[in-house]
């Protein structure tokens, strides 16, 4: 929304932050993962959009660079 938008537009002009081009959604299985103390790339129960976006990030921040 247009608050996901204002707050991209404001990183995006940091100089203390750098803005990841990947996006995470608000899904359930992130909180039930971190509930159990896990991510959801570890948990039995998978959801491919939140495991494709945690690996996307993962890969952004730890391969792209």
């Not at 790339?41 to 952004?60: C, F, H, N, Y």
């Amino acid at each position: 929304g247009s608050e996901n938008n204002e707050t991209a537009e404001f990183l995006g002009e940091s100089k203390e932050a750098t803005l990841l081009k990947t996006r995470i959604g608000n899904r359930k299985i992130f909180r039930s993962a971190a509930a159990l103390g896990k991510s959801v790339l570890e948990i039995p129960q998978r959801d491919g959009k939140a495991t494709e976006e945690l690996s996307a990030m993962v890969a952004e921040i730890f391969i792209d660079t």
